[in-house]
């Protein structure tokens, strides 16, 4: 087992002027589960790859432990990749399928079985260890195609979107099971993911990336609470965060006939640069609906209500007078509002809703980074 | 937000309206017989199933959305590159069963016909040394892959087809799923590719011998060691810089006739001389696979596999020095070979006869037979005979090959004539999907 140091690792694609990975710098600890997530192109699986042995490290370096394997080659890492071909021999047993790569290394009888038998236990899978992979469920199978890469004893398991080409449900139940998994064994584990819902519940810890750069690490607490700058804030969470840029008029946020009251600390901290404007962020759980005429009250139109049961979202636009624009995830000129699914108002309505105190997020409308106040 | 109504769409390169009348509402592990060629057999993570399609065969694979859109426009860009795969038909998406519940999409691509899975190649009472030469047959795929740009991520004998051709087998991609293309591969990208290849390799080939198809005496792991050194070695004849001494200039031409001997074409050569000229260094710096077919494309319009074509080239110029017309333009006297010799040969198979193997194919084992024939009468047989003798002892036992889809190893060791046979769509039991 192993830490992995990624040290200004950049790697430059021949012909491009902007690197796919530029100036990398993360250091996973040992055992951890990182989880590297972000948007299409953003850099998050070539520096999987980078780490695998697959793609050119161009300037920095790669450290597995204390050891430098930026010049190695992927076969001498020391690292399996999990999943990325988990077909199942079909007349091998189950210790057969979990076994034959030490077998070919040339490992000793008795300690492939010792190793198939240590993986089955923590895998559930002894009373299947005889039997041919027909015989199993459909999870049993994964967990079987897992138990390959784990008798391998590596020092670091690299996942590149191992969910992508399963159902909905059955993507749902095997993020549960490599999570709690990965904890028993322990094995520092980097895994790479677009969907942030599935980075959130599996990651220690959580790094985006976009256009190559490291945006943010930290755990999902951290990201969700304190998001460093615009693009965090909006990529995490779901839904996504209502983001507008608006006017600061003396304390607060010019909305038009609504307003957002600012921090002091915040106001100070706006520089030139922000051209004496805010951007203000706030999630669709931290509103509250209110009476109209209640004082920072901001009146939505229903455009939409989606309703899931435990909960129920509205998705409307900005109430007339009220000036600025707010995205989301659900796109430009749109706002989520959680609301309780007992009382969910009608289409066309107008509520009205205010930030919950100290549930805004506030950054530099200029540079995206985050006000800390 | 609002619910998106059911919608099939299709998107096809080629637009067969018979593609709407498949059961795209119904699961495709539950469609009904009638509309399947058969059952897949093989190692599979997937849902795959073979339908009939406007006289041909296509193969469906149910797959996530975007995997499957990402599959077909890689294996498009494959076709471009010219590279041996199976041909992408479409993708089907927005399926719904009649309850409303979304269906996952298909990937559809052409059956390539007279294509054998290793499988069933392996369970044919074939040469034993048939191994070998389907490793031969990958590792030249897979350095034509390397070579331009696309890293398969899962190579396998599984992931493979092989089709005949003369005394080897020819290797086509199946599978793209976990591939890339780029601009380059980095050597770990490429060195990555080749071990899994020799894993899954040797995987697979333990696999047939646990299902006691393969003999046990059969060393799978030398077999799959095999394919790094006869992959290192092509690539470094294709790729490797080389250099001799100003005076040692035939070794240009030398080092393009050896990588026509490969069956290479070299569409660009990189030569440079030292500053005082002594030195000269060669570097091959784009090849094309393809040269003997090509060629005889040129000459007689076949088109047919490298092998073959270097068998059919042969016999052109047995044929050119027999008629002693060495002198005369050699696209002149293909084509007088091509109607007088090749074409009235394979004619002469019979119409129940010409699923069993390609002309190409065909007329490479009449060549093998008149070689046989003639050193058993000791004499020249004329083609004439040879055909005759052929479809008379030869073919009738050959197994038909043009559409060898659902065949599993169990199914070939119940009959011990070797011959093929073809999986009746009722038999929906035995089949095997893992994963």
């Known amino acids: 087992m192993a830490t992995v140091t990624y040290d200004h690792a950049t790697r430059l694609y021949p012909g491009s002027e902007r690197p796919a990975v530029d100036a990398l710098n993360l250091h996973i600890e040992d055992g951890e589960f990182l989880v590297l997530v972000g948007p299409s192109g953003c850099g998050k699986s070539t520096s999987l790859r980078m780490l695998a042995g697959l793609e050119d490290v161009n300037a920095g370096r790669i450290l597995i432990g204390d050891r430098d394997v930026t010049d190695v080659q992927p076969k001498d890492r020391d690292i399996a990749m999990v999943f990325q071909n988990y077909a199942l021999y079909p007349h091998m047993t189950v210790a057969d399928n979990m076994g034959f790569a030490l077998k070919i290394a040339g490992t000793p009888k008795a300690e492939i079985r010792t190793r198939v038998e240590e993986a089955a236990k923590i895998l559930d899978l002894t009373q299947y260890l005889d039997r041919k992979p027909k015989a199993l469920s459909g999870g049993q199978r994964q967990r079987v195609a897992m138990g390959r890469a784990i008798v391998r004893q590596p020092q670091v398991f690299l996942m590149d979107e191992p ?15 490599i999570a709690s998994l990965q904890r028993r064994l322990g094995v520092t584990t980097v895994y790479v993911t677009h969907d942030q819902t599935e980075a959130l519940t599996m990651g220690d810890r959580i790094a985006v990336l976009k256009d190559g750069l490291l945006q943010q690490v930290g755990t999902p607490r951290d990201m969700y609470d304190t998001p460093a700058n615009v693009f965090v804030a909006g990529f995490i969470g779901s839904p996504a965060m209502n983001i507008g840029t608006f006017p600061v008029q003396g304390d607060a946020a010019d909305l038009g006939q609504a307003h957002v009251v600012l921090p002091r600390e915040a106001v100070s901290a706006i520089s030139s640069e922000d051209k004496g404007q805010i951007t ?13 005429g209640t004082a920072d009250a901001i009146p939505v139109v229903v455009n939409i209500v989606e309703e899931l049961g435990s909960d129920a979202f509205v998705y409307g636009s900005l109430g007339r007078g009220v000036a600025g624009e707010v995205r989301s995830g659900a796109g430009d000129s749109q706002v989520i509002v959680r609301v309780d699914p007992r009382q969910v108002p009608g289409k066309g309505e107008t509520i009205h809703v205010r930030i919950r105190p100290g549930e805004q997020h506030l950054f530099h409308a200029g540079s995206g980074e985050r006000i800390s106040a | 937000m609002s619910p998106t109504p059911p919608r099939l769409q299709i998107t096809a390169a080629t637009t067969d309206p018979a593609l709407l009348d498949l059961p795209w509402h119904v699961p495709l592990e539950q469609w009904p017989s009638e509309v399947l060629a058969a059952l897949p057999r093989g190692i599979s993570r997937h849902i795959v199933r073979f339908a009939r399609l406007s006289g041909g065969v296509v193969a469906i694979k149910e797959i996530g959305e975007t995997v499957a859109y990402r599959e077909y426009e890689l294996l498009r860009q494959l076709r471009k590159l010219e590279i041996p795969g199976v041909e992408p038909l479409g993708v089907v ?54 070579l331009v740009g696309f890293y398969w991520g899962d190579v396998s004998l599984s992931n493979t087809l092989f089709r005949r051709d003369a005394e080897t087998f020819a290797a086509y991609l199946v599978d793209a799923e976990t591939g890339d293309l780029h601009d380059k591969l980095s050597p770990g990208q490429r060195s990555y590719d080749l071990e899994v290849a020799r894993v899954n390799i040797i995987g697979e080939l333990m696999d047939l011998q646990a299902g006691a198809f393969l003999s046990e005496d059969v060393d799978a792991v030398e077999i799959g060691d095999a394919i790094v050194v006869r992959y290192q070695e092509l690539w470094r004849a294709l790729t490797e810089r080389e250099s001799f001494s100003y005076g040692d200039r035939w070794r240009v031409q030398q080092r393009i006739d050896r990588l026509n001997d490969l069956g290479f074409d070299v569409g660009e050569l990189d030569i440079t001389t030292d500053i005082d000229g002594t030195t000269v260094r060669i570097q091959p710096k784009v090849v094309d696979a393809g040269h003997h077919s090509r060629r005889l494309m040129r000459l007689t319009g076949l088109d047919v596999q490298e092998n073959q074509a270097r068998r059919l080239l042969n016999d052109l110029d047995e044929y050119r020095a027999a008629t002693d017309r060495q002198m005369e333009d050699e696209s002149f006297v293909a084509h007088d070979w091509l109607t007088d010799v090749f074409e009235p040969a394979v004619r002469k198979v019979p119409r129940e006869f010409r699923k069993k193997l390609e002309p190409a194919q065909v007329y490479h084992e009449l060549l093998d037979h008149r070689w046989f024939l003639s050193q058993q009468q000791n004499r020249d047989v004329p083609m004439k005979e040879v055909v005759k003798s052929y479809v008379k002892t030869v073919l009738p036992t050959r197994p038909d090959e043009q559409a060898v889809l659902g065949v599993s190893a169990e199914d070939l060791r119940e009959t011990e004539t070797g011959s093929m046979p073809r999986v009746h769509p009722d038999e929906v039991d035995g089949d095997m999907l893992i994963g």
Do not use: M, W
Not at chain 1, 163 to 177: E, F, Y
Not at chain 1, 280 to 292: C, I, S, W
Not at chain 2, 126 to 145: G, K, N, S, Y
């Open chain 2, 93 to 146: 998406t927005g399926r719904h069963a009649p309850d409303g519940e979304p269906l996952e999409a298909c990937l559809l691509t052409r059956h390539l016909s007279f294509s054998l899975p290793y499988r069933a190649l392996f369970s044919q009472s074939l040469q034993p040394d048939t191994a070998t030469r389907l490793i031969d047959a990958l590792a030249v795929l897979l350095v034509r892959l390397h």
């Open chain 1, 163 to 177: 969910l992508s080409n399963l159902d909905a449900k059955l993507r749902v139940q095997t993020r549960t099971q």
């Open chain 1, 280 to 292: 203000v962020g706030f999630r669709p759980e931290a509103l509250d609906v209110v009476p109209q």
